[in-house]
């Protein structure tokens, strides 16, 4: 005794129909519902497991950092700076005006101390323009899965400096846009 019909879409969009009593509808109703729920509590799971807005530091370049804190403060201050504000990739792209900005610090002092990273293994500097891209070292700190150190290069957060933007922040983009649009008639 047939008490009911499913109609069901499958992968390559072509239907499918069946014809269910009301007990074998109910259990794969229960079927999909709990493949819906295990589906959920998969993708929950590896949510979980990922790690978000941590840093880790590996254990085997302790002595080394402690060496910079000891004898360098503003460069390990940079370090953390930086270490703080990149991406997942250990990437941060900034100009010297960020790092002036944050320690009141001249930029040949910003230099000298971040030439001390790059000498001694820290980071490496990579030019972009007139700014630069810090990389940190992934042997020291990574911010994401291990199998994607591969990709810890050229993927990176973009600190910009209010001194080096005084008017980004009072110019009004859709005042702009208006302008134009009088001045050259646009509809």
Request: charged share 35%; aromatic share 10%; net charge negative.
């Amino acid at each position: 005794m047939t008490l009911g019909a499913v109609e069901m879409q499958n992968k390559d969009d072509s239907k499918v129909s069946l014809e269910l009593s009301m007990e074998e509808f109910l259990r794969l109703q229960r079927l999909l519902e709990i493949d819906k729920q295990e589906e959920e509590e998969q993708m929950e799971r590896e949510e979980q497991g990922k790690n978000h807005n941590f840093v880790q530091i590996y254990k085997d370049h302790m002595p080394e950092l402690r060496w910079l804190m000891n004898n360098h403060a503003l460069a390990s201050s940079l370090l953390f700076f930086i270490i703080e504000h990149m991406d997942n990739r250990n990437a941060l792209a900034c100009s010297y005006a960020v790092f002036e900005d944050y320690f009141g610090k001249h930029k040949t002092t910003i230099y000298r101390n971040l030439k001390i990273l790059e000498e001694n293994g820290f980071l490496n500097i990579l030019k972009m323009g007139t700014s630069n891209v810090y990389v940190i070292n992934e042997n020291l700190a990574w911010t994401d899965r291990n199998d994607r150190k591969k990709y810890s290069k050229y993927d990176g957060k973009i600190l910009v400096s209010k001194k080096e933007n005084k008017d980004y922040e009072y110019r009004n983009q859709f005042e702009r846009l208006k302008a134009l649009r009088e001045r050259e008639n646009l509809k």
